[in-house]
């Protein structure tokens, strides 16, 4: 490997949109196969799954979700993954039905080239996820992989500006963001899903890239809306929003050493060192 290979802070990142199938893991885990394989033929270096993309999300009750949940990094769903990305040379960020003894976790794996990274466990848990799964207890880690430093949430999490924020505070330039978004009251007729309106403010305020990939279809009764996308440190799309009802994968060329300078607006403001944490923390 050359030295310029070896310092280049460029990624090209994807983000895979599709439709995992209820309490078929078999399904699932092909289709992520399927599907990161393909991404990584388009030249990704890393990729994001949706929010528990290896079980799918509307569970019956605890028993069902119980069968499907396996510890991380030791069960069969992660070990799958963190094989793939060993064998084809990719970072890989993906949603996962995580267990720990008798409790349950809504998680996402970070792995890569050279195996099991970390995980994240999400933190503000939706509706009847408070059901079935225990709030995260790992706090906002973020991750050195080499090019860069990542930081993850997963969907609900996005209605937290203090995450964002404080992952970029902790170093975080890209943030992943695997998520099963749900229509919100009174979007039916606005041209911006409010997911991807607060992915944009998030992008924008902290200057950090963040790549949201989301599922389509309806799974017992409950539908998603797609519409995953890429922003970049400025605010703006660099790839999607993805459509509402197809799979599909998002790629963005993106340059990591942008974030710093994105952070300084002009010879006054900076965005991170204007904070006034003598009056909110």
């Not at 890209?174 to 911006?192: K, R, Y």
Request: charged share 20%; net charge negative; hydrophobic share 40%.
């Amino acid at each position: 490997m050359t030295d310029t290979a070896q310092t280049s802070r460029n990624l090209t990142i994807a983000s895979i949109q599709f439709e995992p199938r209820i309490g078929d893991r078999d399904h699932n885990l092909a289709a992520i196969d399927r599907l990161v394989r393909r991404a990584k033929a388009d030249g990704a270096d890393l990729v994001v799954l949706p929010e528990l993309a290896d079980s799918g999300y509307v569970f019956r009750d605890t028993a069902e979700l119980a069968e499907l949940a396996g510890p991380v990094p030791e069960g069969e769903s992660a070990q799958i993954l963190i094989a793939l990305a060993r064998e084809i040379g990719i970072h890989l960020v993906s949603g996962i039905a995580e267990r720990d003894g008798e409790t349950f976790y809504n998680s996402a794996i970070l792995c890569g080239p050279d195996g099991y990274i970390g995980k994240y466990r999400k933190l503000h848990l939706w509706n009847e996820e408070n059901r079935y799964f225990a709030p995260g207890d790992l706090g906002l880690p973020v991750f050195d992989i080499g090019r860069g430093k990542v930081g993850i949430a997963i969907c609900y999490d996005g209605w937290f500006p203090e995450a964002f924020r404080q992952l970029a505070l902790s170093g975080a330039e890209l943030i992943c963001v695997p998520t099963n978004w749900v229509p919100m009251p009174g979007s039916e007729d606005q041209a911006d899903a409010m997911s991807n309106i607060l992915a944009k403010a998030a992008a924008h305020s902290n200057a950090v890239y963040i790549a949201c990939a989301d599922r389509v279809g309806t799974e017992r009764g409950q539908p998603f809306i797609g519409r995953s996308l890429i922003v970049g440190p400025q605010g703006w799309s660099v790839a999607g929003p993805a459509s509402g009802d197809r799979e599909e994968i998002l790629l963005a060329k993106i340059d990591l050493s942008s974030v710093a300078a994105s952070r300084t607006l002009n010879s006054f403001n900076h965005l991170l060192g204007d904070r006034r944490a003598d009056v909110y923390g």
